[in-house]
Each structure stands twice: as C-alpha cells, then as structure tokens.
C-alpha cells in the first residue's frame, strides 16, 4: 500500500507532466554536489524545474499522462527537468552544460507531448529560442511596412520639393 506522501508525489508528477511542454529526462550519476547546484541554478534561471524522483513514481506520474512508450528510462537515478514555457530551454542547458562536464546523460525527452529519439536531442538543442524566433518574426513582419513608409515618404520630399521650386521660379 503506498504512503500518502508517494500519492501525493505521484499526483504532483502526474499535473506537471501534462502542462509541461519540454520534459528532459535525465542520468546525474557521477555530479558532484558542486556541478548538480551549477545545474540547477541554471535551469532555474530559465525557468526551468529540475527534480531528482525516484523511479517508481516517476513511471507511475508518465503512465497516468499517457506516456508509456518510456521503457528502459526508470533504471538508474533519474532527474527530470521540467519546460513550461519553451520546449527547447531544456535542452540548450544540458547542451551548454555539456561542454564542461561529461554529465548528466540524456534518457529521453518529450518534446511538445511527443516522445523524441535521443538521436534528434542535437537539432532540438540548436533551436534558437522562442523569444528570438518571436523577435525574427516582428522584424519581419516590420521591414516591408518600413520599406513602404519609407518610399511614400522620398516620393512626398520630391513633391513638395518641385511645389517649392515651381513657388520660386513663379514671378511676383
């Protein structure tokens, strides 16, 4: 009979995996205490919830979400890093990450509600961020109009400029 405070736990879980639209799980075995609080403290300056769970309640938490192809993810120690708000923020901290430390090593993840190959983790790492991608789509959306404000702006100087020469070269 479970405890209540493993109910709880898995309900809590279970919530946080359906409203999360980036779930990263994890292997932090062989981080130190020094390297896991870097880990964190980067996750969490991007939003991002990063929670070591034990196995059985994470099974349990993705089973009642619907995601049952994590075969062979609960083995080991697990950690879980959570998105809210962008699906890639995740992964471009574990990719910079990385760089520095050989650990921790990718499991799975669930990108957008749809369990990803580990194979795709490096294109999902490059995406640029969804506050860049927002600020390409304004910048785009914005040049034509420039563009055209700036073209009927010359053609109204021209105008005024030949009223003005006509306005001189008229006799008094």
């Known amino acids: 009979m479970p405890n209540q405070q493993?109910?709880?736990?898995?309900?809590?879980?279970?919530?946080?995996f359906k409203e999360a639209s980036g779930i990263y799980f994890t292997d932090y075995l062989g981080l130190n205490v020094k390297d896991i609080t870097e880990l964190r403290k980067k996750f969490t300056a991007d939003r991002?919830?990063?929670?070591?769970?034990?196995?059985?309640?994470?099974?349990?938490?993705?089973?009642?979400?619907?995601?049952?192809d994590l075969n062979g993810v609960f083995g080991g120690?697990?950690?879980v890093a959570l998105s809210f708000d962008d699906p890639t923020t995740?992964?471009?901290?574990?990719?910079?990450?990385?760089?520095?430390?050989?650990?921790?090593?990718?499991?799975?993840?669930?990108?957008?509600?749809?369990?990803?190959?580990?194979a795709e983790f490096a294109m999902v790492a490059n995406l640029p961020s969804r506050e860049v991608l927002l600020t390409k789509l304004v910048v785009g959306l914005s040049s034509p109009m420039t563009k055209l404000a700036s073209?009927?702006?010359?053609?109204?100087?021209?105008?005024?400029?030949?009223?003005?020469?006509l306005n001189d070269l008229k006799p008094e």
């Open 6 to 16: 493993n109910i709880e736990t898995v309900e809590t879980f279970s919530s946080k």
């Open 48 to 68: 991002v919830e990063f929670y070591v769970i034990k196995n059985t309640l994470a099974r349990r938490s993705a089973e009642n979400t619907g995601l049952e």
């Open 151 to 165: 073209t009927l702006n010359g053609a109204m100087s021209s105008f005024v400029n030949v009223l003005n020469n």
């Open 90 to 118: 995740p992964a471009r901290i574990l990719k910079d990450f990385k760089k520095d430390h050989d650990l921790p090593k990718l499991k799975a993840f669930v990108f957008e509600g749809k369990l990803m190959d580990k």
């Open 77 to 79: 120690p697990t950690a």
